[in-house]
């Protein structure tokens, strides 16, 4: 009863909106209780009893409770906006752009939300003298819990993310490499994924399992960088490459987003149990850019907002990373098999094999004997990439399926996207019965490529129909290895 009696100081726990001011400057937890917007200086359930902890350890601006109450009682559809022009007072840049940090902006207000899983990392990309700690620090001052880092420390983002659950604004020249020396990539790495932890060994002497600490670290993160992130931590974020914009533009300050965070606080209080339905698929959207744009889209669904322009925005992501993975050493060598594959007339087929000799010969061309590279060198690679490698008669290749080839093609921007379909569509009743009876006609042929010539393999069915394989034998030409 003593344990119960003792409230242990919290910031956070589930149902709880955020912690306000009252009228007499005290600190209250404000929390969403069936439909009504509550306010109390503690927090009771069953089996425990939560106060607020002092003011000091709370590093960013303060809700007053009677305007968070106000805008909660009414509706606020000018609110997205008035975010818009607030943000436009310290930075250009473009319309899509825009539309990408607003709704990232609703996002930290309801990362916490049980339909949500992701929150991927908002990057402010470019050159020095371009704008990005000055816009960063403006998302920061309306972002939930925003707190602006200019130094990378295990032991303050473990603190931060799990006592306070608020959104990091990591404002570093180097973050891939400040992360690295700081022992914090891990943390970086998994941090926008909801239930990710850290663990870390601690108190070595006090034997098994009670040695062990586990940090959660989920939420929201803005990074500003001068320099390229590592292409694995790069994958889970927004990038905004910084325009050449300059102007007078004014300096952030917190208090100048005050309001706008009481009024997203309300936001916050009126849809933190909102259910979300899971939207349609988008074309030129996948992998994990679209586990990190649904989220972007949830918000979209509780806002006065036209889903088109973030439509075109994470679309214009998509096609930059496009660009950036067919420029990658990976980019080359699909650029390469697509090469092989359209020379020898392969994609008609529905499998078909492609030396790894031939690839690295084609890697190599034009470079300095010392620098091609090895045929092991082109082989893990190539694994690395899920191709199915075999050794026949004494040489390497790599086995593809037309499934295969159209999803890679795909994946490193080498297909027209608006020819491709969505991997969750279906082909028309003509298109698919037309490709029915090609499958039929062709027996489900495959073709494999040895020494630039063109095999047919046959199905188990053709090969038992009398005549057919000799009359195929007597079409091919020797095999030369």
């Not at 200086?41 to 303060?62: D, G, V």
């Not at 972002?143 to 993310?161: D, N």
């Not at 608020?166 to 490499?177: E, R």
């Not at 093609?409 to 298109?431: C, F, I, V």
Request: aromatic share 10%; glycine share 6%; net charge negative.
């Amino acid at each position: 009863m003593d344990a119960f009696n003792d409230s242990a100081l919290s910031a956070y726990f589930p149902g709880l909106v955020d912690i306000c001011q009252d009228e007499d400057g005290q600190l209250v937890y404000a929390i969403r209780k069936d439909d009504e917007l509550i306010f109390a200086h503690e927090y009771n359930t069953e089996t425990e009893s939560f106060s607020i902890p002092e003011r000091i350890h709370l590093p960013f601006t303060i809700p007053r409770a009677t305007e968070v109450m106000r805008y909660f009682s009414q509706n606020d559809d000018a609110l997205y906006d008035d975010l818009l022009t607030y943000l436009k007072r310290f930075s250009g840049l473009d319309d899509e752009q825009w539309a990408i940090v607003v709704h990232y902006i609703f996002l930290t207000y309801l990362h916490d939300h049980s339909g949500i899983d992701y929150c991927g990392y908002l990057l402010f990309y470019a050159v020095p003298e371009r704008g990005k700690s000055r816009t960063g620090k403006s998302v920061t001052y309306v972002a939930f819990r925003g707190i602006h880092l200019v130094e990378l420390r295990e032991a303050t983002i473990f603190r931060y993310s799990q006592n306070l659950r608020g959104t990091l604004f990591l404002d570093l020249l180097d973050v891939s490499k400040k992360a690295e020396r700081g022992g914090c990539d891990d943390i970086l790495l998994q941090r926008a994924e909801k239930g990710a932890k850290c663990v870390r060994v601690l108190k070595p002497d006090l034997g098994p399992f009670k040695d062990t600490v586990y940090f959660e670290i989920y939420g929201p993160t803005i990074f500003a960088s001068n320099e390229q992130l590592h292409n694995i931590l790069d994958t889970r974020c927004l990038p905004i490459i910084m325009p050449n914009r300059p102007g007078n533009y004014e300096n952030p300050r917190p208090e100048l987003g005050l309001e706008l965070k009481e009024r997203l606080t309300a936001f916050r209080a009126k849809h933190l149990t909102t259910p979300f339905t899971e939207p349609e698929p988008i074309d030129g959207i996948s992998g994990r850019l679209w586990d990190l744009a649904k989220p972007m889209f949830f918000v979209n669904s509780l806002l006065p907002v036209d889903a088109s322009i973030l439509i075109d925005s994470i679309l214009s992501i998509a096609v930059e990373k496009d660009d950036s993975r067919k420029d990658s050493l990976e980019g080359r060598l699909v650029a390469i098999i697509k090469e092989i594959t359209d020379e020898g007339g392969l994609g008609r087929f529905v499998e078909w094999s492609i030396k790894t000799g031939d690839i690295r010969n084609r890697f190599n061309q034009g470079k300095p004997i010392d620098k091609h590279v090895s045929p092991q060198w082109i082989g893990k690679r190539l694994k690395r990439m899920s191709f199915n490698n075999r050794i026949v008669h004494g040489y390497s290749e790599i086995k593809i399926t037309a499934d295969e080839y159209a999803l890679i093609l795909k994946q490193y921007g080498l297909t027209q996207r608006e020819s491709a379909l969505s991997p969750n569509s279906l082909p028309d009743k003509a298109e698919q019965h037309q490709h029915v009876l090609r499958e039929v006609e062709s027996g489900r042929e495959s073709a494999q490529v040895r020494g630039g010539a063109v095999y047919l393999q046959l199905s188990r069915r053709e090969r038992s129909l009398p005549g057919k394989a000799e009359r195929i034998e007597g079409n091919r030409r020797p095999d030369t290895g």
